[in-house]
């Protein structure tokens, strides 16, 4: 067990909807960083907060918005969805560096 | 761009066998880590490398920092059918605004047959 807890395990939807994909970081860490697996692209890095603040971001679309709360909690948000963003979305917290602690993930399946 | 290329994809051994695997980039790495996907699971770090040259161990699991730093190596020796997973080689992105994040390679597929 990592630590890091993410909820829900699954998802299905329809496209055009808005889902919303939560992350509780490893107790202590700050950062929470947001990854997309799929099985063309592989693991692409979305995008990091660090205590609140967006600190990084990576390949992620306009439609997509993440936060971090004051207790250091994540949520990432997906919106007009289409079939293509049917993924593994993992969350990985880590207290500092590269060292990265990643959550079970969320299947969501668009259909 | 910064990209990982690991081979191979993929690997069918049997029990008791050792593995190797590797990771190159046309890009200079300072870090390089070693991470283990089990099915319904996200990765797991097994071994983080800092320098070049440097060898470290985690069990049966070897990795290397090659001294190009242009490439890493994993062994797995007397494998086991729990090995059975993907393995992922990773290193720090220097692409501003992503700076430090992690660039993760394609896998390689690991399968035990016992």
């Known amino acids: 067990d990592s630590g890091v807890t993410q909820t829900p395990k699954h998802l299905i939807t329809a496209t055009g909807q808005r889902v919303t994909l939560r992350c509780s970081p490893r107790s202590g860490d700050l950062s929470v960083y947001w990854y997309q697996q799929s099985l063309d692209q592989g693991l692409q890095f979305l995008i990091q907060?660090?205590?609140?603040?967006?600190?990084a971001k990576g390949n992620i679309l306009e439609r997509f918005s993440a936060q971090q709360f004051p207790d250091l909690h994540s949520e990432l948000n997906l919106s007009s969805l289409e079939l293509g963003d049917s993924a593994l979305y993992f969350c990985?917290?880590?207290?500092?560096?590269?060292?990265?602690?990643f959550g079970s993930g969320t299947q969501l399946s668009v259909l | 761009g910064q990209q990982l290329n690991q081979s191979p994809q993929s690997m069918f051994i049997q029990e008791g066998e050792d593995v190797s695997m590797n990771c190159t980039s046309s890009s200079i790495f300072n870090t390089w880590l070693w991470y283990k996907q089990e099915p319904g699971e996200g990765p797991v770090l097994l071994i983080a490398l800092y320098k070049a040259g440097e060898l470290t161990s985690n069990g049966r699991l070897t990795a290397q920092f090659g001294i190009t730093r242009k490439d890493s190596f994993l062994n797995i020796s007397a494998s086991i059918p729990s090995d059975v997973g993907i393995y992922f080689c990773?290193?720090?992105?220097?692409?501003?605004?992503?700076?430090?994040?992690?660039?993760f390679g394609k896998g390689t597929k690991l399968s035990v047959k016992p």
């Open positions: 990985a917290s880590s207290p500092l560096g590269e060292k990265l602690f």
């Open positions: 907060y660090y205590n609140g603040e967006e600190r």
């Open positions: 990773a290193g720090p992105s220097f692409y501003r605004g992503s700076q430090g994040n992690l660039i």
